[in-house]
């Protein structure tokens, strides 16, 4: 089972950067799939989340109104379109399958892909 993470890169505020999580191994298309981040220095962050259809999606705060999260269950893949990018926003970005109770807390997902950076400068 493997997650990959691809798309991040170096971009300047208000631009926009679409992340792509590519799973392989086995289907996720039963369980939800969540983005997160981290920082320097700081915890991982959870940034949003879509459950297994697509129906639904959770963000935090930070990022409302600025990313969406979608999936394409027939290409085992999830996506975070992130626009109006702020320097805040630089971090490493993984892609996680959720397996607990909780869509925030990271303790509650497995099969974490490598990360990807994403840069923004001011």
């Known amino acids: 089972v493997q997650l990959v993470d691809s798309g991040g890169g170096l971009v300047q505020a208000g631009g926009s950067l679409t992340l792509s999580c590519a799973a392989s191994g086995r289907t996720f298309s039963n369980y939800i799939m969540g983005w997160f981040r981290q920082a320097p220095g700081k915890e991982r962050e959870m940034v949003a989340a879509?459950?297994?259809?697509?129906?639904?999606?959770y963000y935090g705060g930070s990022v409302k109104g600025r990313f969406t999260i979608s999936r394409d269950n027939a290409k085992n893949t999830v996506y975070l379109q992130m626009n109006s990018l702020e320097p805040e926003d630089t971090a490493v970005y993984y892609c996680a399958v959720n397996v607990g109770r909780s869509i925030w807390d990271a303790r509650d997902y497995e099969y974490w892909g490598q990360g990807t950076q994403v840069t923004v400068s001011s």
């Open positions: 879509i459950n297994w259809d697509g129906s639904s999606a």
